[in-house]
């Protein structure tokens, strides 16, 4: 049970950045454990509505791009995007989500 709260502290350790960037992390694992759970469903069970796994993957992928774009954007030390506010960058990652999440309802048919 100790093991948890070290894991814990090293992570926190381990980045520099200050609670909201550490939010964006926690989300991108959240995505990847999901893609995890469906390649493993899929290797285990099948692959019978292969539209239904390729839309679920997809849209893991995806969104976790689009959280890495938004994390880009929003870190304070990127000075390429010093112009960019994190209120317009959060309304494009919205917007740019809701256009995958379209793309990938019609893909499922």
């Known amino acids: 049970i100790s093991f948890i709260p070290?894991?814990?502290k090293r992570f926190q350790n381990f980045l520099p950045f200050p609670g909201r960037i550490e939010r964006f992390t926690f989300y991108l694992l959240d995505y990847n454990l999901c893609f995890d759970k469906q390649v493993?469903?899929?290797a285990v069970v099948g692959s019978f509505p292969f539209?239904?796994?390729l839309s679920g993957v997809l849209s893991c992928i995806g969104t976790a791009v689009l959280a890495v774009c938004l994390r880009i954007q929003v870190n304070k030390?990127?000075?390429e995007f010093k112009d960019v506010a994190p209120e317009r960058a959060f309304a494009?990652?919205?917007l740019c989500n809701l256009v995958l999440h379209l793309v990938i309802m019609n893909f499922l048919g």
Do not use: P, R
Request: proline share 0%; no cysteine.
């Open 6 to 8: 070290y894991l814990f």
């Open 51 to 53: 539209n239904s796994f």
């Open 77 to 79: 030390d990127n000075k």
């Open 92 to 94: 494009d990652f919205i």
């Open 40 to 42: 493993v469903y899929m």
